[in-house]
């Protein structure tokens, strides 16, 4: 669905994103794991269309869509979340989430009917008339994945949504995001809560300062050495004997 | 509350209306119809920056184009002046295309986009002062010849109820706005432009219609100015007074909301008629109190006019 081919990103003289090539195929829910400023969310945006790449492709559906704005890419059902939540602050949760789906629906009616299912989905529907300003940091990042949702998206990309939330409210978010997946939205998560993205994802990248370091399914990266090393620093893997990695 | 938002419009275009029957006195009703011209241009400024966040501080350019377009196609081309009023509506709004299409393109916002509106009213203003087609400085007459075909009336009530009935028109057309798509995607880009591009919206797009029915809307009210005093220079036209005017009635009235712009503008003039009355011919007066009062809107009614009424009403119902 999604492909990713030799992608590079800089920032004057920093390299972001670094000759990253990944596949995210349709019905997967797919990890993407790094440790701080390893590219990840600059890897978002240049899949979701907010920067274009220095060099490299993104195609969407075997169409090439590296130049495509934002926009065009959501029409064409690439949702995203922002790490750094960015609701509209002045307009109440059902508003929020209308905004999304009016791009599928014109009407207002059909819109706020829309929402108010998706708000269902995502246990929004007690703070439908809450002003988004005053929604919890678990309420906020709720919020982040509704809106996207609303818009019907066919690839949904979530940066941390479980970040900020305590454990019982990380409980109550993977079954949502579970049938999310199953509804048959395919999913590329940033996400460094580890246990979360283990119990998910069925497949994993590594990024490690803009590169891609590894891949594999959940149990194959939990072993392998050079992953706990971006995380641990030089020679952990050899002192954690078979150890976990723990986010 | 669903109620009360169309009760309210409804009321206050019913009352307006009615002020006719009860006086003909030439004053007041020289005081409503100009009020009602700011009400207009500020209803105008209010679907860009009340709805929108693009925050103008020019709207004297398409004021001063609708109303020029309006003047000059009768003077210059003996144009109908219905006809070269619609005119200069359309002017007015391939102004507000090409200004904003200059500014949005290239990423204009915030202080950026309000420094630049500015500018090019200024620029407008030394140009048709300047230049010997628009009349330069001594301006442009509109002749007289009072015939309703020339929108021109005998009496100036038919000429108020012609101005509320665009006002109320506009009225209409905004909370119909706030229902729409349209609507829901502009407020959105004044809440967080990034996260609706994110969800779908073509922000250029957006904002370039805002643009454009917001200059229309805006240079219908300098063409109905014109039409009235049958007169019209450079500093009235573009002059800062005009964007301030403009900006200062939808604040105080509520941006961002439809009737907003239309108290604030009525309230505006209502007490800049008072201190005239009060503190007589001393110059400047005026633009002290729209300080004040600005000072004043901004500390104690965030919402204007309209966000105290609601406050109010919450509160009432406790
Ligand atoms: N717009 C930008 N301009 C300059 N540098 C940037 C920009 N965006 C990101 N960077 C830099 O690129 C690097 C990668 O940042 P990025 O946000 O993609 O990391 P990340 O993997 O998402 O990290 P985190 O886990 O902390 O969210 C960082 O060094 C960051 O400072
Ligand atoms: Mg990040």
Same mark, same amino acid.
Not at chain 1, 132 to 135: G, I, N, Q, R, V
């Given at each position: 669905m999604l492909e990713v081919r030799a992608l590079t990103k800089r920032f004057g003289g920093l390299v972001a994103v670094?000759?990253?090539?990944?596949?995210?195929?349709?019905?997967?829910?797919?990890?993407?794991?790094?440790?701080?400023?390893?590219?990840?969310?600059?890897?978002?945006?240049?899949?979701?269309?907010?920067?274009?790449?220095?060099?490299?492709?993104?195609r969407f559906e075997g169409a090439d869509i590296t130049t495509l704005p934002a926009f065009r890419r959501a029409r064409l059902g690439i949702a995203r979340t922002f790490q750094i939540v960015q609701p509209f602050a002045g307009l109440s949760v059902a508003e929020n989430i209308a905004v999304g789906a009016h791009l599928r629906h014109r009407s207002r009616g059909e819109a706020i009917r829309a929402a108010e299912a998706v708000a269902e989905r995502v246990g929004l529907t007690q703070s439908l008339e809450t002003p988004?300003?005053?929604?919890t940091i678990a309420g906020r990042k709720r919020l982040e994945l509704a809106r996207a949702l609303a818009t019907e998206p066919k690839l949904l990309l979530l940066d941390e949504v479980l970040a900020g939330l305590n454990p019982s409210e990380i409980r109550d978010m993977l079954p949502v995001m579970r049938a999310i997946a199953a509804s048959g939205v395919t999913i590329l998560m940033v996400e460094h809560v580890m246990q979360a993205v283990m119990s998910l994802c069925d497949y994993i990248h590594v990024l490690a300062q803009g590169k891609h370091i590894a891949e594999g399914k959940p149990e194959e990266i939990a072993r392998n050495s050079s992953v706990v090393e971006a995380y641990l620093g030089r020679g952990a893997a050899s002192r954690l004997t078979g150890g976990t990695l723990n986010g | 509350m669903i109620a009360l938002r169309t009760l309210c419009p409804l009321l206050v275009v019913a009352g307006l209306a009615l002020i006719p029957a009860f006086t003909s006195a030439n004053t007041t009703l020289n005081f409503l119809v100009f009020a009602l011209i700011v009400a207009l241009s500020a209803q105008g400024w209010n679907i860009l920056a009340g709805y929108g966040g693009q925050f103008s501080f020019g709207h004297a350019a398409f004021f001063g184009l609708g109303a020029y377009g309006t003047a000059l196609a009768q003077a210059r081309f003996g144009i109908n002046p219905w006809v070269?009023?619609?005119?200069?509506?359309?002017?007015?709004?391939?102004?507000?295309?090409?200004?904003?299409?200059?500014?949005?393109?290239?990423?204009? !916002?915030?202080?950026?986009?309000?420094?630049?509106?500015?500018?090019?009213?200024?620029?407008?203003?030394?140009?048709?002062?300047?230049?010997?087609?628009?009349?330069?400085?001594?301006?442009?007459?509109?002749?007289?010849?009072? !015939?309703?075909?020339?929108?021109?009336?005998?009496?100036?009530?038919?000429?108020?109820?012609?101005?509320?009935?665009?006002?109320?028109?506009?009225?209409?057309?905004?909370?119909?706005?706030? !229902?729409?798509?349209?609507?829901?995607?502009?407020?959105?880009?004044?809440?967080?432009?990034?996260?609706?591009?994110?969800?779908g919206v073509d922000v250029l797009m957006v904002k370039l219609q805002a643009i454009a029915l917001s200059a229309a809307i805006t240079g219908a009210a300098g063409g109905l100015y014109v039409q009235y005093f049958l007169y019209l220079d450079a500093n009235i036209g573009f002059g800062p007074w005009i964007s301030v005017e403009t900006l200062m009635a939808a604040i105080i009235g509520g941006a961002g909301t439809a009737l907003g712009p239309v108290l604030g503008a009525l309230a505006l003039h209502g007490l800049g008629q008072l201190t005239k009355g009060i503190a007589g011919g001393t110059p400047g007066i005026d633009l002290v109190l729209f300080g004040a009062l600005l000072i004043l809107a901004v500390a104690f009614m965030r919402d204007g006019i309209i966000g105290r009424l609601r406050r109010l009403l919450v509160w009432g119902r406790r």
């Open positions: 670094n000759d990253v090539s990944l596949d995210v195929p349709a019905g997967s829910i797919t990890g993407l794991i790094g440790p701080n400023g390893a590219g990840k969310t600059t890897l978002f945006t240049l899949i979701s269309g907010f920067e274009t790449p220095t060099t490299g492709t993104v988004a300003a005053s929604l | 070269a009023f619609a005119a200069g509506i359309g002017l007015a709004a391939l102004a507000g295309t090409v200004i904003g299409y200059l500014s949005f393109r290239a990423g204009l !916002r915030g202080s950026y986009f309000t420094l630049v509106t500015l500018a090019f009213a200024e620029v407008f203003r030394i140009l048709f002062n300047a230049a010997s087609f628009t009349g330069g400085a001594a301006g442009v007459l509109v002749k007289l010849d009072v !015939r309703p075909e020339n929108f021109q009336f005998a009496s100036r009530s038919v000429f108020y109820w012609v101005v509320l009935g665009i006002v109320a028109l506009v009225l209409l057309l905004t909370m119909r706005l706030e !229902r729409s798509r349209f609507g829901a995607w502009l407020i959105a880009i004044r809440e967080n432009e990034a996260a609706a591009k994110a969800l």
